[in-house]
């Protein structure tokens, strides 16, 4: 058994080129152990592979990739609340999780400070969107029970009727609910940050 022998120490090799390494020209990163050529090579491919991942972004794409989320969020979000008459803090968490996948995987799987402020106000102006609809069908069923022939349309006629409608009821609950969704659109597609050595 030649590993269970205390006298030959196993010699440590580098992760990359296996070259065996003395104590002294050892570098750690993580749990492998690399020589000092090997660690600056792979660190250098490293922080190349991370630059990159934040360039050449193809931001019309990413815009229909958050769109898409924004959409699919904010129909599943009035969807929910006309037929519970309850809105849920968990769907507020669906439209942010849908618009943040929906920009990073349409983009590629790039990240970048560009994408998350993308990301933010297209998930804030999805929330914007649900709300209204939400409250639409709300003010339209009023006037039709009333015998009124007055309907609020979809779309606004105008910025004056959007908010409006919007602010109605627009309540703390719903700040908690924007603030979530502007979180999760902000950290998914966050760049990837290299402690700084
Ligand atoms: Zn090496």
Same mark, same amino acid.
């Given at each position: $058994?030649?590993?269970?022998?205390?006298?030959?120490?196993?010699?440590?090799?580098?992760?990359?080129?296996?070259?065996?390494?003395?104590?002294?020209?050892?570098?750690?990163?993580?749990?492998?152990?690399?020589?000092?050529?090997?660690?600056?090579? /792979?660190? /250098?491919?490293?922080?190349?592979?991370?630059?990159?991942?934040?360039? #050449?972004?193809?931001?019309? $794409?990413? $815009?229909?990739?958050?769109? /898409?989320? *924004?959409?699919? *969020?904010?129909?599943? %979000?009035? &969807?929910?609340?006309?037929?519970?008459?309850? *809105?849920?803090?968990?769907?507020?968490?669906?439209?942010?999780?849908?618009?943040?996948?929906?920009?990073?995987?349409?983009?590629? *799987?790039?990240?970048?400070?560009?994408?998350?402020?993308?990301?933010?106000?297209? &998930?804030?102006?999805? @929330?914007?969107?649900?709300?209204?609809?939400?409250?639409?069908? @709300?003010?339209? #069923?009023?006037?039709?029970?009333?015998?009124?022939?007055?309907?609020?349309?979809?779309?606004?006629?105008? /910025?004056? $009727? @959007?908010?409006?409608?919007?602010?109605?009821?627009?309540?703390?609950?719903?700040? !908690?609910?924007? &603030?979530?969704? !502007?979180?999760?659109? %902000? @950290?998914?597609?966050?760049?990837?940050?290299?402690?700084?050595?």
């Amino acid at each position: $058994m030649a590993d269970a022998n205390p006298a030959t120490p196993v010699a440590t090799r580098c992760g990359r080129c296996q070259a065996a390494l003395s104590e002294s020209e050892r570098v750690s990163a993580g749990d492998r152990v690399f020589c000092r050529t090997c660690y600056d090579i /792979l660190k /250098l491919q490293l922080r190349t592979g991370v630059a990159a991942m934040s360039q #050449d972004i193809n931001y019309p $794409m990413a $815009m229909v990739g958050a769109l /898409l989320g *924004g959409i699919v *969020g904010a129909l599943a %979000w009035w &969807g929910v609340t006309v037929l519970t008459k309850i *809105g849920f803090g968990l769907v507020a968490v669906v439209i942010g999780v849908l618009v943040g996948h929906g920009t990073l995987r349409f983009a590629g *799987g790039k990240r970048s400070v560009g994408l998350q402020i993308l990301a933010v106000a297209v &998930g804030a102006l999805s @929330f914007l969107g649900a709300v209204y609809l939400v409250n639409m069908t @709300f003010i339209n #069923d009023a006037l039709a029970q009333r015998g009124d022939a007055l309907r609020v349309s979809f779309p606004p006629t105008g /910025l004056m $009727m @959007f908010y409006a409608v919007i602010a109605a009821n627009f309540g703390i609950m719903k700040l !908690v609910f924007l &603030g979530i969704i !502007v979180y999760e659109a %902000w @950290f998914i597609p966050r760049p990837i940050k290299l402690p700084s050595a």
